[in-house]
């Protein structure tokens, strides 16, 4: 089996692949843990769904919050026995990043365009509903040449609350109707309905922009992250939600570098 691991600045969510299937799927809190408590949690999270430490062959890491990435390569190494491939660091991910400065992107960024890549022609857009809302497109040649970069509908709400004197802080729903008729039912309209304008409208602009670009392309647009269940699939402009296209980004980037790497993955 293969761990894919991607640490985002919220949430972390882990995928134990069994080839390209999904077997398990955990979602836990992005926080500052030593080498030994995120072993133990590997360890931990692995049993409780009967999933044998040995049976990890290959480790995968997306990581966008430095300071956290040294534990965990090391959790890696010491509990589970395997030297994980990092994104970002010497990685070969078959995609070149055709922007004003490739070091400045996500590694989170480019493992979905690939992931979306090897499903839909190019030129595409990918939405992120993560922490920040990302948008990014990829060219009629598969090449990353940039996007937009949204706050993240979370970050949205909580400024609402924090930020007003009288407002409550609350569970936002999809709404039947945009106009409410009482102060929570206004705020979870605005919230959801003010958020899928907001990734509709930059959806669309992408789209243009690229049509504009490479004419006669259709340019589909594929929304991920932990919202995309719940605002992408009331979004006009997202053809396809697909939560898990991080995880299997991780593994066709581990797949694809496998050829490179001295020794195999077990090696001590």
């Not at 956290?68 to 994980?84: G, M, P, Q, S």
Request: hydrophobic share 40%; aromatic share 4%.
């Amino acid at each position: 089996m293969l761990l894919v691991i991607d640490v985002g600045n919220t949430n972390t969510v882990i995928g134990a692949l069994d080839g390209s299937r999904i077997a398990q799927r955990w979602r836990i809190s992005t926080v500052m843990r030593t080498t030994d408590e995120v072993g133990l949690l590997a360890l931990d999270l692995l049993g409780h769904r009967q999933v044998p430490v040995d049976d990890i062959h290959g480790v995968a890491i997306s990581c966008v919050v430095p300071s956290l990435l040294y534990n965990l390569e090391k959790a890696c190494r010491r509990y589970l026995n395997v030297d994980a491939v990092v994104v970002g660091r010497g990685m070969k991910t078959g995609m070149r990043v055709r922007t004003d400065n490739p070091r400045e992107v996500g590694a989170d960024r480019i493992v979905n365009a690939v992931a979306a890549l090897e499903r839909h022609q190019s030129p595409l857009v990918v939405v992120d509903f993560g922490t920040a809302t990302t948008f990014d497109c990829v060219n009629d040649v598969g090449d990353y040449i940039g996007g937009a970069i949204a706050p993240g509908f979370r970050i949205a709400a909580d400024a609402l609350f924090e930020r007003t004197a009288k407002l409550p802080r609350i569970e936002v729903e999809r709404t039947e109707r945009a106009i409410g008729t009482n102060t929570v039912a206004s705020m979870q309209a605005g919230m959801f309905w003010g958020y899928v304008g907001l990734v509709d409208g930059l959806a669309r602009r992408c789209k243009v922009e690229l049509r504009e670009r490479y004419p006669g392309s259709t340019v589909p647009c594929v929304a991920t992250g932990g919202m995309a269940n719940l605002i992408g699939t009331a979004c006009d402009e997202v053809d396809e939600v697909d939560a898990d296209l991080t995880l299997q980004g991780l593994r066709i980037l581990w797949e694809r570098n496998q050829a490179h790497r001295p020794g195999s993955s077990r090696d001590a």
